[in-house]
């Protein structure tokens, strides 16, 4: 089956810098957008950005533009969450998640329309 597993989670100072990893593993996956989403306590869970499974589009939610990019090395490698300029209001467990199914990377902003999910890495930025 198919598992995607996130890890580049921790803590760090408001300004400092993170990059995350989710790996997917499994028999013939193939993904049409990845995303990364984010819960805080108590919040609902976020869109952050998505990526085609190209790699070619990207989409972000306004809060983390200009500080966050996402990235993808090749075609079934591991995307990556680079966040430059973290705030306490980014400490959240964040999420990679996958469609199975063709969606345009900017309306990939919703969690109903991916169908994978990782168990979620936390990252704690104190201020």
């Known amino acids: 089956q198919v598992q995607l597993v996130e890890s580049g989670g921790g803590l760090v100072q408001a300004g400092g810098s993170l990059r995350l990893s989710c790996a997917a593993s499994?028999?013939?996956?193939?993904?049409?957008?990845m995303g990364w989403f984010r819960q805080a306590p108590g919040k609902e869970r976020e869109f952050v950005s998505a990526?085609?499974?190209?790699?070619?589009?990207?989409h972000y939610a306004d809060s983390v533009k200009g500080r966050f990019t996402i990235s993808k090395d090749n075609a079934k490698g591991p995307v990556y969450l680079q966040m430059n300029n973290l705030k306490a209001e980014d400490t959240a467990v964040y999420y990679c998640?996958?469609?199975?199914?063709?969606?345009?990377?900017?309306?990939?902003?919703?969690?109903?329309?991916?169908?994978?999910w990782g168990q979620g890495t936390q990252v704690t930025v104190s201020s």
């Open positions: 998640a996958a469609t199975a199914g063709p969606v345009p990377v900017v309306d990939a902003t919703t969690s109903t329309k991916y169908n994978y």
């Open positions: 499994g028999p013939s996956f193939s993904f049409y957008v």
């Open positions: 990526i085609s499974w190209s790699g070619s589009g990207t």
